[in-house]
């Protein structure tokens, strides 16, 4: 089994996502409590994606976050560099355009996309920086992007009960329920290691997104953040 490290080598990433993919989204739904459910109808109300409009639900395995957008009419591209989640992804919803990318070079044209989003999924990414530049280059002017991601609790108590949480509860209930638990021993540093919500807020605006703004979700535990790119 695959472990990615913190240096997040794209085929070390890619190959660690191949080997949760069968299990991924109930694996999710445990480690959560469920609380995934409820940030993936955050997301789809930030995005507000409208009948024939295009989103790209970048970092999609196996498009479950993808399924909110396709129910509103709009046209959605799941896109995902692991074979494995997209293999997965088009057993179950063999209706979805499911595309092979990288976040860091995405496959598609220059202001392709009314809206782009990626939960859960800019922190695996080797290139923040460069993949924050590359939605915004496909995204259509006067559109938006919404991002979902692990962050950091507001309150520093239960900041301390979370870290905690994450790097002892957590890789024990993924070895019950995940077919690659030390993949989540990665998951849990990267989200560790991973930069709080104004710094995610700067990076984003130098990607060139205007009107930027986050809000928390779970006290902190995940922030979504949305921009604009200007018409």
């Given at each position: 089994m695959t472990r990615a490290s913190l240096d997040k080598q794209p085929h070390e990433v890619a190959s660690m996502f191949d080997d949760v993919a069968e299990k991924y989204d109930l694996t999710n739904d445990v480690l959560s409590l469920g609380q995934d459910r409820v940030w993936r109808k955050a997301v789809a109300r930030a995005v507000d994606a409208r009948p024939a409009q295009k989103v790209l639900d970048l970092a999609a395995g196996t498009?479950?976050?993808?399924l909110p957008f396709a129910q509103t009419g709009a046209y959605v591209v799941p896109c995902d560099f692991s074979l494995g989640m997209l293999r997965v992804g088009k057993r179950n919803h063999p209706h979805l355009p499911f595309t092979a990318g990288d976040a860091?070079?995405?496959?598609f044209r220059d202001d392709s996309f009314d809206a782009v989003t990626i939960s859960f999924g800019l922190r695996n990414v080797q290139e923040t920086d460069q993949a924050l530049r590359e939605?915004?280059?496909?995204?259509?002017?006067?559109?938006?992007v919404v991002i979902c991601e692990f962050s950091h609790p507001t309150w520093a108590p239960f900041r301390t009960v979370y870290?905690?949480?994450?790097m002892r509860a957590l890789p024990p209930v993924?070895?019950?329920?995940?077919?690659?638990?030390?993949?989540?021993?990665?998951?849990?540093?990267?989200?560790?290691?991973?930069?709080?919500?104004?710094?995610?807020?700067a990076k984003l605006q130098k990607a060139g997104w205007s009107e930027v703004a986050w809000r928390n979700l779970s006290g902190g535990i995940v922030a979504l953040h949305r921009g604009f790119k200007p018409a």
């Open positions: 498009a479950t976050s993808s860091t070079k995405l496959p939605l915004y280059r496909v995204t259509k002017p006067g559109g938006r870290t905690e949480y994450l993924a070895r019950a329920v995940s077919s690659n638990p030390d993949a989540y021993v990665y998951l849990a540093e990267s989200i560790r290691d991973w930069p709080d919500q104004p710094a995610l807020a």
